[in-house]
């Protein structure tokens, strides 16, 4: 079985990590512990060069989380991590004091800009990085090419350090990570922009696994930030539209609330409301060009599930806290069997 899952960083690692594990347990014994073929197809619109080396966030906590390797408690980075090397730098003032990066985790993005420089691609690059952990999910950049997340927020906000590009329309513009991570979305976003988006091209294999997928599945990430720009490269939205694949979302927003984090931010910036109807209306059914056959919500949203029907979408309600592996491994194989009840295509 051929399943392929779009994702962001920490909602798509937990999500990839239930579904490797009830994949596990149903169909064991293959390469990673299991023979089904899991691609994730991950968000890079977080990426970006820091102190001379390109870190992607998103990638790094899957290949983490998979790998065995995060740390549990703080949510994001390395176990057992130090900060030696980010004391450092931010001696000598260079890159973001709030912005840390561990010695561990370095060791990752010197090895993947050392790759680049060398002239691989980003997939390349990941596919060399992730051939060391025993991942038993393939990992696919979205797009080989640079697209970052850039938000636009108004110019008035108070704030003395002033960060941001001025363009001299009222407004100021800075990289995603800074407004999420320093700013922690406290500054009204007006909106988001993609840079690189226009002239980025899926990355090798990123439409075949869609297209040639039994199962594509959506993990509960950020709408906005993370699936929305990965459906934003070209020809992503067009390959989930034309697939024979079933299509399954799982709600990120659980009773009007983005579980962990700060999404609701990002949802209100683009008018949807921060509710897992509004998320699934959002994306759409795909007989009416969206991305959507079914819809996973939780429990205490089963009451949303009509106007979610009523477009389209099928909708399974089931408790949707990823807060251990087995609950995150029911979650995927109700996700499963949402496909496996809808009709067949035709
Ligand atoms: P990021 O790139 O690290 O921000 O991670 P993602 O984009 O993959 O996912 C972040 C989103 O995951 C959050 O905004 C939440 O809405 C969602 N999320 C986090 N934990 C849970 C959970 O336990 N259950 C569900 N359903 N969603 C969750
Ligand atoms: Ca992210």
């Known amino acids: 079985m051929k399943i392929t899952v779009l994702a962001g960083g920490v909602g798509g690692a937990k999500f990839l990590r239930g579904l490797r594990e009830h994949l596990r347990e149903t169909l064991p014994d293959g390469v990673g512990g299991t023979t089904a073929e899991v ?4 968000n890079t619109g977080d990426d970006l060069w820091l102190t001379g080396l390109r870190v992607c966030p998103d990638l790094d906590s899957i290949m983490y989380t998979l790998g065995g390797a995060n740390d549990e408690t703080r949510g994001w980075g390395r176990l057992g991590e130090s900060e030696r090397v980010s004391a450092e730098l931010t001696a000598y003032g260079v890159g973001w004091p709030w912005f840390t990066l ?3 985790d370095l060791g990752t993005h010197i090895t993947r800009s050392h790759l680049l420089r060398e002239g691989l691609t980003l997939s390349e690059a990941t ?18 090419q640079p697209v970052e997340t850039h938000v636009v927020v108004a110019d008035e906000t108070g704030d003395g350090a002033g960060a941001g590009t001025r363009d001299g329309t009222g407004t100021r513009t800075m990289h995603f990570e800074e407004w999420w991570v320093h700013y922690r979305a406290s500054l009204p976003a007006l909106r988001f922009e993609q840079h690189g988006i226009e002239s980025a091209v899926a990355a090798p294999g990123v439409l075949e696994a869609i297209t040639g997928a039994d199962v594509v599945l959506v993990a509960p990430s950020n709408p906005v930030v993370s699936i929305d720009t990965i459906l934003a ?11 024979q694949a079933p299509v399954v979302g799982v709600s990120p927003i659980i009773s009007g609330a983005a579980v962990r984090g700060m999404a609701h931010a990002c949802l209100s910036a683009i008018g949807v409301e921060t ?11 795909r007989r009416s060009g969206g991305v959507l056959d079914a819809w996973l919500v939780d429990d205490t949203d089963a009451a949303l599930a009509a106007g979610v029907e009523a477009a389209g979408v099928s909708v399974t309600a089931t408790p949707l806290w990823m807060n251990s ?6 979650i995927a194989a109700t996700a499963l069997a949402a496909a496996r009840a809808l009709p067949p295509r035709g």
Do not use: C, E, F, K
């Open 39 to 42: 691609t994730a197809v991950v």
């Open 127 to 144: 596919a060399q990085l992730t051939a060391r952990w025993n991942l038993g999910v393939r990992l696919l950049p979205m797009s080989d």
């Open 233 to 243: 490269v070209p020809g992503i939205r067009a390959a989930l539209q034309a697939t």
């Open 102 to 104: 561990g010695d561990l």
């Open 275 to 285: 509710a897992a109807d509004a998320v699934a209306l959002h994306y759409g059914a």
């Open 325 to 330: 592996v087995a609950h995150t491994a029911a």
